[in-house]
């Protein structure tokens, strides 16, 4: 499988008046095309600042970031922007969706950024929707939809454009236990389906459905591991 994220001695450092604040120091991983990924860590363990890097919201103090092959690390905003919005599907705790506009425009406007027709634009959008279950929604705003439905316009919208890798920063933390289970069901779908997912959680059994658990701490990698429980599956069936 070839790369999609390679980080190389990954450093962050915050000043806060006269203290330094060591957020990530010498992290370097790998994460291939098709690979389900949790992101661990207590508060204070770098896994925001991480995310923030993975997700080119940030920059290093030093090291480098290649997301498909391009060195993200050194690209100024404009850039980023760019990278963000066609290799990056976001989904996030609070969804973020635009309360006077439909599901489906809410699932189309990445599409509007990357100067894509009206026409490929509502073709691609009703795709997305149908894919994540919510076809008879589509001309509902998200005061018509419950917590799990906005859930599912926002992970329509992070996949639209046919990203990268899916980025997911508590995604069930505003979600009840049996709404949380049914999204984590979605995630897996999706990642049947081939998409990379990496998702960002401080829940132990959130980060139980991913393929693979990095866990952090004090800004390092404390542990990479393969998720055994879901490699004993996998080998019995």
């Given at each position: 499988?070839?790369?999609?994220?390679?980080?190389?001695?990954?450093?962050?450092?915050?000043?806060?008046?006269?203290?330094?604040?060591?957020?990530?120091?010498?992290?370097?991983?790998?994460?291939?095309?098709?690979?389900?990924?949790?992101?661990?860590?207590?508060?204070?363990?770098?896994?925001?600042?991480?995310?923030?890097?993975?997700?080119?919201?940030?920059?290093?103090?030093?090291?480098?970031?290649?997301?498909?092959?391009?060195?993200?690390?050194?690209?100024?905003?404009?850039?980023?922007?760019?990278?963000?919005?066609?290799?990056?599907?976001?989904?996030?705790?609070?969804?973020?969706?635009?309360?006077?506009?439909?599901?489906?425009?809410?699932?189309?406007?990445?599409?509007?950024?990357?100067?894509?027709?009206?026409?490929?634009?509502?073709?691609?959008?009703?795709?997305?929707?149908?894919?994540?279950?919510?076809?008879?929604?589509?001309?509902?705003?998200?005061?018509?939809?419950?917590?799990?439905?906005?859930?599912?316009?926002?992970?329509?919208?992070?996949?639209?454009?046919?990203?990268?890798?899916?980025?997911?920063?508590?995604?069930?933390?505003?979600?009840?236990?049996?709404?949380?289970?049914?999204?984590?069901?979605?995630?897996?779908?999706?990642h049947r389906n081939g998409n990379t997912i990496i998702v960002v959680t401080h829940e132990e059994e959130?980060?139980?459905?991913?393929?693979?658990?990095?866990?952090?701490?004090?800004?390092?990698?404390?542990?990479?591991?393969?998720?055994?429980?879901?490699?004993?599956?996998?080998?019995?069936?």
């Amino acid at each position: 499988m070839s790369e999609v994220i390679r980080t190389e001695h990954l450093a962050k450092v915050y000043r806060m008046g006269t203290e330094e604040v060591h957020a990530l120091r010498d992290v370097s991983i790998t994460i291939r095309k098709g690979e389900y990924v949790a992101l661990m860590g207590p508060s204070g363990s770098g896994k925001s600042t991480l995310m923030n890097m993975l997700g080119c919201l940030g920059t290093p103090a030093s090291g480098h970031y290649y997301l498909s092959g391009q060195d993200v690390s050194r690209m100024n905003d404009n850039q980023l922007a760019e990278v963000r919005n066609k290799q990056i599907g976001f989904v996030f705790q609070t969804f973020n969706l635009l309360p006077r506009s439909t599901a489906l425009d809410n699932v189309c406007l990445p599409l509007i950024y990357a100067g894509k027709p009206k026409g490929e634009r509502l073709v691609r959008g009703r795709q997305v929707m149908e894919q994540v279950g919510l076809a008879d929604r589509m001309d509902h705003r998200p005061n018509e939809l419950s917590g799990g439905q906005r859930q599912r316009v926002a992970v329509a919208r992070a996949l639209v454009n046919h990203p990268a890798m899916l980025l997911a920063d508590e995604p069930t933390g505003n979600l009840d236990s049996r709404t949380s289970v049914e999204i984590m069901g979605l995630f897996e779908e999706i990642h049947r389906n081939g998409n990379t997912i990496i998702v960002v959680t401080h829940e132990e059994e959130i980060a139980q459905h991913a393929h693979r658990i990095i866990r952090l701490k004090d800004g390092l990698v404390e542990s990479d591991v393969p998720n055994s429980s879901i490699t004993t599956v996998l080998q019995r069936a």
